[in-house]
């Protein structure tokens, strides 16, 4: 699995912060960012968790897989991958 290069990691970062961000920015995310793993979940999946950075829409965590393990990081340097939460919407 390839890491997640900081070039790679701003691209993704510059998707998520933009104004009009949607999901859909990340229909292509596999052939854009070939080797990084790119997950969707519920809020819920990662209660507890601190996001790596957070946007109005989204939250971003990141992940590694150093030691074949799959583990949450805050280390950019040794991520191969990322977690992409969209915020629900508050009354």
């Not at 290069?5 to 701003?10: F, G, H, Q």
């Not at 933009?18 to 070939?34: G, I, K, T, V």
């Amino acid at each position: 699995m390839s890491s997640l290069s900081a070039d790679k990691l701003a691209e993704i970062e510059a998707l998520l912060a933009a104004p009009d961000a949607e999901l859909a920015a990340f229909a292509d995310f596999r052939q854009r960012f070939p080797g990084v793993s790119y997950t969707r979940c519920d809020p819920s999946d990662v209660d507890g968790e601190t996001p790596y950075k957070e946007f109005a829409r989204f939250n971003l965590y990141l992940v590694s897989a150093v030691n074949h393990c799959v583990t949450m990081t805050r280390d950019p340097a040794i991520a191969t991958g990322i977690i992409v939460v969209e915020n629900k919407a508050k009354p």
